[in-house]
C-alpha cells in the first residue's frame, strides 16, 4: 500500500528521469506517495493532541505542580492540549516501507533522511552555542 509523507527534498538534485525532478534546486517540503503504512502517531501516543510545548516543552518539575495545584489540574485536565503537531489531529502518521520502495523511492526518501539528519545537527549546535552563551 502507497501512503503519503511529507518529504522534504530537492527536485534538480534527483535523477533526470525521476517523476518528481525539476530544474529547480530550492529545497522543497511535499507530500509524497510511498510505500508504507500508517502507525499510531509517536508524538502523542495516537491521542490527536497533547499539551502545547509552549507550556511544558522546557519539561515541568514535580514540585512546580505540587506547589501550584490549580496548574496541575489544569494541566492534566488537558487544559493547556493543542491539536497535535505531528498529525494534525489524525492520531495516526505515515510510517515508510523501505523494503518495498523503488529505486526512485529510496532515491528521494535518502535525501529527505539527509535533510532530517542536517537538521537535526544544525538544532544541536544551536543548543551548544546557547549553553555556551553565545
Ligand atoms: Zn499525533
Not at 528521469?17 to 502517531?41: I, K, S, T, W
Not at 516543552?57 to 503537531?85: L, R
Request: aromatic share 10%; charged share 30%.
Amino acid at each position: 500500500m502507497k501512503i503519503r509523507i511529507k518529504i522534504n527534498f530537492c527536485p534538480g538534485e534527483l535523477s533526470k528521469d525521476h517523476p518528481l525532478f525539476e530544474e529547480n534546486f530550492n529545497c522543497v517540503e511535499r507530500f509524497v506517495a510511498l510505500p508504507g503504512e500508517n502507525v499510531v502517531c509517536w508524538r502523542c501516543n495516537g491521542a490527536g493532541a497533547h499539551v502545547n510545548p509552549a507550556i511544558d516543552g522546557n519539561g515541568i518539575s514535580p514540585e512546580e505542580f505540587h506547589e501550584d495545584p490549580d496548574f496541575a489540574e489544569s494541566y492534566f485536565g488537558g487544559v493547556y492540549d493543542i491539536t497535535c503537531e505531528e498529525c494534525n489531529g489524525d492520531r495516526v502518521v505515515g510510517q515508510a516501507n523501505e523494503k518495498a520502495f523503488s529505486q526512485g523511492d529510496r532515491e528521494i526518501y535518502k535525501q529527505h533522511l539527509d535533510y532530517l539528519e542536517a537538521d537535526r545537527q544544525i538544532r544541536a549546535e544551536h543548543a551548544a552555542e546557547i549553553r555556551a552563551g553565545a
